[in-house]
Structures are given as structure tokens and as C-alpha cells.
């Protein structure tokens, strides 16, 4: 290995371009007749969604790196024009895929089972009739149709907001011609709208799109003049904040600010209807100063995510995956309380294959216990109107002493952190914004009650948030515990929030910015000298991304060292396996289902001491070095099995699972002649229904 170059660029994969392929993993999941149709269709929503912050924010980033002639940021070593030349290849490769799919595909199916889309070309008289009173009645009294003259120069047009270009002959009623205008779409207007099954040839489940309304009754909007034509189209804007923590005197206000010039920020991307002619669209790249490479036709809605609400709006539980309820621990349902079934054991809870529920119910009766002193808890996403804040607010209320550290910039939940963190400062908590240049993204909970003589403290970690919501469609672990040395570490974390003051030695917990870089080099750097030595050495990682140079290289340093390396990295995977002679010993893989795949879980051999490790970060220099993550060593042997058990159950997935090949594109795995076919989702799932994972272990 001495000889080999492990900077060398070739060895790495460009962040952006890793993330692009994640995205195509999950279109691959719409297109996958073996999924329920409405999963399928969320998949395609899902994907807009990636993209639409994909370029909010990485590709806004690249575009500024480009514009100052900046250069390579990244261990691959790419400039900012080469990187904005390929994600441009690929994301319009992805967009003209994703309709495809929608149109050859999942529209037809639908239709199929009596859900239908219905084009303007296909409306019958009563049809027209309804929607023409509808559009009378609910949309044109809130629209704002603006001819475009020297007078009326081109309108501020919001982030992803719904749009027309509308081209028209004719003069205005002041004299002047008229050959351009534009016409917003408020959000407050529903993107679907549901035709009554009364009216003849009608379905119960047919729905029209709103931008077809507006287009067949836009002429109601320019009474006098000739439609030559309407065509939608939407903007994408540079959505990342820049607030200087250091130069603000309060940072809420500052955020405050940020959030609102963001809905104005630098265009990134426009989309548009397919069949716009040129003149229009080189119009609107030059109002949004974006190039040819930055325009996307799209033959269908500009904005796919708002399809999403035909999965409720449709009412066909045959067409989405079968419910569940998830699983609790029998150490918790043989308890009187939460508080009791921790007293007499670490619990570990897998999500959503077991419930969410005791955590909610371990904040919940510890608001309502008047032996409750203080409640500590650090607060990322949680949710509109969420029952953890629902709990501390009352708690507050109640006199127990409540602190609550609150992370104000969680992407694209700012507004809504900004909110809850008003909410408990009026009921009386102590609230922090986190600590100045370092995002707070662990997730801690630390509840100190008085048992006697005595002050007991009770802790929850999670690899995931405290959001009910996403609880019931992340994969993520959450840890239950009494232990005095655990709660202790986290006491002493909550002490650093609060006071900024330094930390004695951890025992348990391993803590960004601090240790936990250093700590998962020095495990690595174990494995190497323990192979070396004789022994065996294995490295099991689950992730969400896996970009930081430094642990990627001692990683190649393992597998050249004979080290048994085996990743499952759900989206950004830097690290290039199958080099001859660098990565020989490394399998990347990715686990794509009904889940999004969340948990962090970290395993090494350790000679057979096992070290296996839960934690909110991933392997990235943000999570390193520009937050504050912990991780907590699992120490029960019960424990340690059955999350590695859960890690081989993913490994050993070969229906949902992606492996990630040295060209940098992943490949799915599928069932050998002599295999079982196991998908680790279904299965966690069949293990919770069975009672199998119950216990407290």
C-alpha cells in the first residue's frame, strides 16, 4: 500500500454526481410493476423532491463555485464547469426518464384502475361546463395576469412557484400592443382537482390538473386579445442560507430575514412545458440570466410532488403497501410506565418496525410526573404541532425545568423551528439556539427525576429525529437507558450546550467535533494492526453518506491490509470499491425500499471484543467537524447481537439492495438460481409480526 497513491483522484466519486445516482435508485422504484401503483407514484414524487433540493442547494453551491472560477473542492478533484457539464448530462437523462415513466407507465396503469388524468383533448361538454364555473369561481378571482410592456417590466417570480408564459396579439385596453404576459398560480390553489362523479362520463376518481384549467380558460384572463398560446413553467432558486453567526447579534431575526430573500435567491433551474417554442423559453432564460444547460422540458406538471395528493384523494388501500402496526418492546408492554420497563433494562428500538410511541410516552409521562425535576432535550424536526413540544410546553407550565436546544437552521425547517422555539419560550423553557458555527444535530433526551433520597436519570439517543411523522417511514434505532455512566456523558453534553464549557472525558458517548473523528480513525487503524498481527478484521458501517477523505483513505488502507470492509450507504457514497490493490475487500451497497433507509450503526471486529457503535452522524466532514453528533458504544452483549444481526439481515439483501461498482453506478442485486430472495425490509417487517424482535433486547 506504501506504494500506491490513496489521493489520487481516480480513486473517488464527485459528491454531486453520487447523489444524482441515489436519485436514479429511487426512480428505478416507480418503475418496479412489483410495488403497489400509488407507492410507485410517491416514488416519482419523492424524486422531484430530491431533485428540487439537489439544485437548491448543491447545484446552486457549484454554480457560484463556477462563476468566481473557483476550483476543485472535492478528493476527485473536478472543476466547478466540469461538475455543472456532468450533473447537466445526467439530471436531464433523470428528468426525461421520470416522465417517461409517468406517462408510459404509471398514468396508463391508473387509468387502468380507474384512476384518470383528464387531458383537455378529452373533455366532454358537461366536463368543460363544471370546470369552466370552477375556474369562474375559485381560480381566476385570484389570479393576477400580467401583460408584460415597458411599463410592467417581468414580475418577481417565487421559488418553485406555478407559473404561465402566455403569448398574445392584440392591443391592451390603453392602446398598446401586446405580445407577452405572465400568470401566477398562488399556492393556496390546489395543483389536482376532482371531478364530480355526477357529471356524465365522469369516474369516481378522476381529477384534472389545475395548470390544464388555467390553460383551457385563459383567455377570461385577456378579454379583447388572441391566445397564441399558454405554457407552464417553473423557476428553481438558490435556497441555501448564508447567515454570518459571528456578525449577527441575534440569530433567529437574521434567519427570519434569510428565509424570506431565499424565495428570491439566484434562479438554478427552469423547467418548462414541453412544447414551448424557442422564442418564449430564450425570453425566460434571459429574465433568469440561465443558460441553454439549464433548461428542462417536461411533458407533464412542472411540479410532479403535487401528484402526491392523489394517494389520499383516490382512497385505494389496494394500491399502496399493506398497513402495519408496529411492534413494542414486551419489556415496555409487561410495564406500568416507561420510566419502570428503563429502570430494569437498556431497550433498543428499531424504527418504525417497532413504535415510536414509548418515546413520545417517555417525554410524555415525564411532564405529567410531579417527580420530575428537569427535562432536557435537543430538538432538530419534529413536525407541525408536534406532542414532544406539546409535552415540554406543558411541562413548563407545570414548574418542572425544561431546556430545550434548538437547532433554528434545519434545512428547509427553519420557519418551523423558529415557531416551536417562540412556543416554549413562552411557556417558560429555557431555549438555546445551538452553539455558533456548529449545527446541533444530535438527538438526546435527558429526563432527572427525584426516587427517594436519590435523583435518577433516564436518557433516550436516537440515530433519527423527533418527528412522529418520519418515524413511521425512517429506518432509525433509538436507545433507552438508566445506565449512571451513559446518563452521565449525556448530562455532561447538555452542560456543554448550555454553558459552552468543556467536557470532562466521555466513557460512553463519542462526540463531533470533538473525538468522533479521531475515535473512528483509531478504530479503523485497530483492524489494520490486528490482521496485521494475525487476527481477523471486519468493518461494518450503515450510513446515510460517506463522503469525509480521510476516513475513505484509511478505509482503503484496511482493505489493502486484508481488512473485510462491507458499507450500507444509502445515498452520497464517495469511497470508490474494487480497485485492484486499494479497495479489493471493500462491498458498498445501498438499500432502496418502502423505507428510507436512516440508521446509523458502526461495527468493528475488535479481535472479537466487537465495538459496535450508534450514532446521529454520518461519515462526512460536516458531521465531523461542523456539528455536534454523538455516538454511544453499545456495551450489552444482547444488544450488540441483534444489531449485528440486523446489519448482516441488510447485507445479505439481495431484492432491495444496490451494489455500488467502480465506475461509480450501482447495479441491483437479485436472487442467485440458488438463492432464497430476502428483502431486509420485509423481513424486519415479518420479524416484528412474529413477535421476534419484542423483547427488551
Not at 469525509?548 to 464517495?574: K, Q
Amino acid at each position: 500500500m506504501d506504494t500506491i497513491n490513496l489521493k489520487n483522484p481516480d480513486h473517488y466519486i464527485n459528491r454531486e454526481l453520487s447523489a444524482l445516482e441515489f436519485t436514479r435508485r429511487v426512480l428505478h422504484q416507480a418503475s418496479d410493476a412489483s410495488i403497489p401503483l400509488l407507492e410507485r407514484l410517491k416514488f416519482l414524487c419523492i424524486v422531484s423532491t430530491h431533485l428540487d433540493e439537489f439544485f437548491e442547494i448543491r447545484v446552486s453551491g457549484v454554480m457560484q463555485r463556477a462563476e468566481v472560477a473557483g476550483g476543485p473542492t472535492g478528493p476527485d478533484l473536478m472543476t466547478p464547469c466540469e461538475l455543472l457539464r456532468e450533473i447537466g448530462l445526467r439530471a436531464h437523462e433523470l428528468v426525461a426518464a421520470q416522465y417517461r415513466v409517468l406517462n408510459d407507465e404509471v398514468i396508463p396503469a391508473l387509468r387502468a384502475e380507474g384512476i384518470r388524468f383528464a387531458r383537455r383533448s378529452t373533455w366532454n361538454a358537461s366536463q368543460r361546463e363544471w370546470l369552466r364555473d370552477y375556474f369562474t369561481r375559485e381560480i381566476e378571482p385570484v389570479l393576477s395576469p400580467m401583460s408584460l410592456d415597458p411599463a410592467r417590466p417581468f414580475p418577481r417570480i417565487l421559488n418553485k412557484s406555478l407559473n404561465f408564459i402566455v403569448g398574445l396579439e392584440g392591443t391592451h385596453a390603453f392602446g398598446r400592443p401586446v405580445q407577452r404576459a405572465i400568470v401566477q398560480a398562488p399556492r393556496s390553489l390546489p395543483r389536482l382537482i376532482r371531478l364530480p362523479a355526477d357529471l356524465p362520463g365522469t369516474g369516481p376518481a378522476d381529477f384534472v390538473f389545475l395548470s390544464s384549467v388555467i390553460h383551457a380558460f385563459v383567455e377570461d384572463l385577456f378579454v379583447g386579445m388572441e391566445i397564441k398560446g399558454c405554457w407552464q413553467f417553473r423557476v428553481t432558486r438558490n435556497s441555501d442560507l448564508y447567515v454570518d453567526a459571528e456578525e449577527v447579534d441575534d440569530l433567529m431575526h437574521a434567519l427570519e430575514g434569510e428565509l424570506i430573500a431565499s424565495r428570491y435567491g439566484a434562479a438554478v433551474r427552469l423547467e418548462i412545458a414541453h412544447d414551448c417554442p424557442a422564442p418564449l423559453t430564450d425570453f425566460l432564460l434571459e429574465m433568469f440570466s440561465l443558460d441553454a444547460e439549464d433548461l428542462y422540458r417536461v411533458d407533464g406538471p412542472v411540479n410532479l410532488n403535487r401528484l402526491l395528493a392523489v394517494y389520499d384523494l383516490a382512497r385505494r388501500p389496494d394500491l399502496t403497501y399493506p398497513p402495519f402496526t408496529p411492534g413494542v418492546p414486551r419489556t415496555i408492554a409487561d410495564a406500568d410506565n416507561i420510566l419502570e420497563a428503563m429502570r430494569s433494562q437498556e431497550i433498543l428500538l428499531h424504527h418504525p418496525y417497532q413504535s415510536f410511541a414509548p418515546v413520545l410516552d417517555f417525554i410524555g409521562q415525564a411532564a405529567q410526573d410531579p417527580d420530575v425535576l428537569s427535562i432536557k432535550l435537543t430538538l432538530d424536526r419534529t413536525g407541525h404541532r408536534s406532542p414532544i413540544v406539546d409535552h415540554r410546553v406543558a411541562a413548563a407550565q407545570a414548574g418542572t425545568d425544561v431546556s430545550v436546544i434548538v437547532e433554528l437552521r434545519a434545512r428547509f425547517d427553519e420557519a418551523e423551528n423558529i415557531n416551536l422555539a417562540n412556543r416554549l419560550q413562552e411557556a417558560g423553557a429555557h431555549v438555546v439556539y445551538g452553539v455558533v458555527g456548529y449545527k446541533t444535530h444530535c438527538k438526546m433526551a435527558l429526563v432527572v427525576r427525584r426516587e427517594g433520597a436519590r435523583l435518577q436519570r433516564y436518557v433516550h439517543l436516537g440515530t433519527g429525529n423527533y418527528h412522529p411523522g418520519t418515524a413511521r417511514i425512517y429506518t432509525d434505532y433509538g436507545l433507552l437507558s438508566t445506565d449512571p455512566v451513559l446518563t452521565e456523558d449525556v448530562h455532561q453534553v447538555f452542560l456543554q450546550l448550555t454553558s459552552l464549557m468543556r467536557t470532562p472525558p466521555l466513557q460512553r458517548l463519542h462526540q463531533a467535533p470533538f473525538t468522533l473523528h479521531r475515535e473512528i480513525l483509531d478504530l479503523i487503524e485497530a483492524e489494520i494492526a490486528n490482521v496485521a498481527a494475525g487476527g481477523n478484521g471486519h468493518i461494518i458501517a450503515k450510513l446515510n453518506a460517506l463522503v469525509e477523505p480521510e476516513v475513505i483513505r484509511a478505509l482503503y488502507r484496511a482493505s489493502g491490509a486484508g481488512v473485510i470492509v462491507d458499507l450500507v450507504v444509502r445515498g452520497t457514497c464517495c469511497l470508490r470499491p474494487g480497485i485492484p490493490g486499494v479497495s479489493d475487500n471493500i462491498r458498498v451497497r445501498s438499500i432502496v425500499g418502502r423505507f428510507l433507509e436512516h440508521s446509523r450503526v458502526y461495527y468493528f471486529h475488535a479481535n472479537g471484543e466487537e465495538t459496535v457503535m450508534l450514532a446521529s452522524a454520518d461519515w462526512m466532514e460536516r458531521n465531523f467537524f461542523r456539528r455536534v453528533e454523538v455516538g454511544v458504544t453499545i456495551t450489552g452483549d444482547a444488544l450488540k447481537e441483534r444489531l449485528l444481526a440486523d446489519l448482516d439481515t441488510c447485507l445479505d439483501d439481495n431484492c432491495q439492495a444496490w451494489e455500488l461498482r467502480a465506475d461509480g453506478r450501482y447495479e441491483l442485486v437479485v436472487p442467485a438460481a440458488n438463492e432464497v430472495a430476502q428483502a431486509a425490509q420485509l423481513l424486519f417487517l415479518r420479524q416484528m409480526a412474529d413477535g421476534i424482535s419484542a423483547g427488551g433486547a
